[in-house]
């Protein structure tokens, strides 16, 4: 019965609605990465972030060149270089946290020291941030919702989060013109005593040469 009405209500909804529902039903909440670790050497990956977002990120080695055992060190940290996450000879984990300032956080990986072998080390990376690391199984339990009442909770949540990437982009837009107006003044009056000091020059050498040639009575 609960799957009829829901079918029922959907056919009810403007088509624009129900393409925008599909696509978020279908469409991938997160990317996943792949690093190719080498045996000596660093590989990070960074995200532009804005504060008071959600991070969650799993991490596991998937594959060895050589086919050792091979395990990895982690560290993430913040714009301001602060530590977030550090964790060593590990083949998999998770770091999670809640940004408190704007920028972009980086997350290193390396090879441990410790592990046999020479060759790369291969690391799959599922990076969250925002509405994608929201834990909508939770959300569903709790609110008690259903079908398509769950992907208009989870629309809402997408559009609550452009909303507020519109609203950082348009902070990061103010600052920027904000920097360029202060740095053309800035160029604006070094110009101008830039003009001044050639001027000023200038004059001082043409009554400097006119007092020369008056003393050799040359005019």
Same mark, same amino acid.
Request: hydrophobic share 45%; aromatic share 8%.
């Given at each position: 019965m609960i799957?009829?009405?829901?079918?029922?209500?959907?056919?009810?909804?403007?088509?624009?609605?129900?393409?925008?529902?599909?696509a978020l039903?279908?469409?991938p909440l997160c990317d996943a990465i792949w690093l190719n670790i080498p045996k000596t050497g660093t590989k990070c990956?960074?995200?532009?972030?804005?504060?008071?977002?959600?991070?969650?990120?799993?991490?596991?080695?998937?594959?060895?060149?050589?086919?050792?055992?091979?395990a990895i060190a982690v560290k993430v940290t913040s714009p301001y270089g602060n530590n977030l996450h550090h964790s060593e000879n590990v083949t998999y984990g998770r770091f999670a946290f809640t940004t408190e300032e704007a920028g972009n956080y980086l997350a290193c990986f390396w090879s441990d020291n410790r592990t046999r072998g020479s060759g790369e080390v291969v690391v799959n990376i599922d990076w969250k941030t925002g509405i994608a690391?929201?834990?909508w199984e939770s959300v569903a339990r709790k609110e008690k919702l259903q079908g398509v009442e769950l992907e208009l909770r989870k629309l809402e949540g997408a559009v609550e989060a452009?909303?507020?990437?519109?609203?950082?982009?348009?902070?990061? !837009?103010? !600052?920027?013109?904000?920097?360029?107006?202060?740095t053309n003044a800035?160029?604006?009056?070094?110009?101008?005593?830039?003009?001044?000091?050639?001027?000023?020059?200038?004059?001082?050498?043409?009554?400097?040469?006119k007092r020369f040639f008056q003393k050799k009575k040359l005019i």
């Open positions: 799957k009829d009405s829901n079918v029922q209500m959907a056919m009810t909804f403007p088509p624009l609605l129900v393409v925008l529902l599909l039903s279908t469409g990956v960074s995200e532009e972030i804005h504060s008071n977002v959600v991070v969650l990120a799993d991490y596991v080695v998937v594959s060895v060149e050589d086919g050792q055992t091979a690391a929201k834990d452009i909303h507020e990437n519109l609203l950082y982009l348009k902070s990061r !837009e103010a !600052e920027m013109r904000s920097t360029s107006e202060t800035r160029v604006a009056w070094f110009s101008i005593m830039s003009l001044g000091i050639c001027i000023v020059v200038s004059g001082l050498q043409v009554w400097y040469l």
